[in-house]
Every structure is written in structure tokens, then in C-alpha cells.
């Protein structure tokens, strides 16, 4: 399967319990429901203002980098 929701090229992936968090050039973070097929986009989070460069999640916490020199926290309950 292709992903393709992004506008941006895709710099950082994370995967956690099915669910894959895709970072690009777009600015945004796109939240993947993977263990369906095929792979079904479920949210779009923004609030960066350039590149999303990194991604990691830690309990229950998605901690994304970007070239706006900030990093968020993003709580997934």
C-alpha cells in the first residue's frame, strides 16, 4: 500500500499499537489507522510552522521536532 495523504515530502515516522504517525515537509502529522487495509488516515495534526523532522511516542505521548526549533506534545488518550 501508498500513502499518499501528505502534500510534503514525508521526514519522520512513528509506530505504536497499530497506529503509525507519518511527519513532512508539509508541516503536518498525519495519524494512520494501519492494521486495517488498506491504511485509513484518521487525523491531521498541525500546529507546527515548518518541517516536522522527528517523531517518537513514549507513553501514551507523541513528541514531534521541527524545523520551527520547537518540539509539541501531543497526549493520545
Known amino acids: 500500500h501508498t500513502l499518499t495523504d501528505h502534500t510534503g515530502t514525508s521526514r519522520a515516522l512513528a509506530l505504536a499499537g497499530g497506529v503509525l504517525y507519518s511527519g513532512s515537509n508539509d508541516k503536518t502529522i498525519i495519524v494512520w489507522d494501519v492494521a486495517q487495509a488498506p491504511p485509513v488516515s484518521l ?4 500546529g507546527h510552522t ?12 507523541l513528541y514531534s521536532g521541527s524545523d520551527d526549533d520547537t518540539i509539541r ?5
Do not use: E, K, S
Open 43 to 46: 487525523h491531521t495534526l498541525t
Open 50 to 61: 515548518n518541517f516536522v523532522t522527528t517523531l517518537v511516542v513514549v507513553q501514551g505521548r
Open 73 to 77: 506534545v501531543w497526549n493520545l488518550c
